[in-house]
Nanobody, 121 residues
Framework: QVQLVESGGGSVQAGGSLTLSCAAS???????MAWFRQAPGKERVRVAH????????DYFPSVKGRFTISQDSAKNAVYLQMNSLSPEDTAMYYC???????????????RGQGTQVTVSS
């Protein structure tokens, strides 16, 4: 059973940066890897995804231009570079992997446990 483990979360002041990492416990080919986030009282939304073979990426509108998703195929890992963070980015961030880049995290084959990001003003 492949497990996804996120790391890199933490507390940062507004305007700061964080890089989240997601590593798979074993190699498995996944066509899509994505990052989701869920703030208290809000729905879980996909903030970024990457098609691993083509490298094609897309982002949630509010993070476009500030967040960058990237992959390291050799390490079976995906990253989320987050810049210009604001308090509105405060959430639990989850990594997911699957055969397609679905909007719902529930449609992904593998999901991580999440890493907390807290941005203070």
């Amino acid at each position: 059973q492949v497990q996804l483990v996120e790391s890199g979360g933490g507390s940062v002041q507004a305007g700061g940066s964080l890089t989240l990492s997601c590593a798979a416990s074993a190699y498995t080919y996944m066509n899509c890897m994505a990052w989701f986030r869920q703030a208290p009282g809000k729905e879980r939304v996909r903030v970024a995804h990457i098609y691993t073979e083509s490298g094609s990426t897309d982002y949630f509108p509010s993070v476009k231009g500030r967040f960058t998703i990237s992959q390291d195929s050799a390490k079976n890992a995906v990253y989320l570079q987050m810049n210009s963070l604001s308090p509105e980015d405060t959430a639990m961030y989850y990594c997911a992997a699957g055969d397609m880049c679905y909007l719902s995290i529930n449609d992904y084959l593998y999901r991580g446990q999440g890493t907390q990001v807290t941005v203070s003003s």
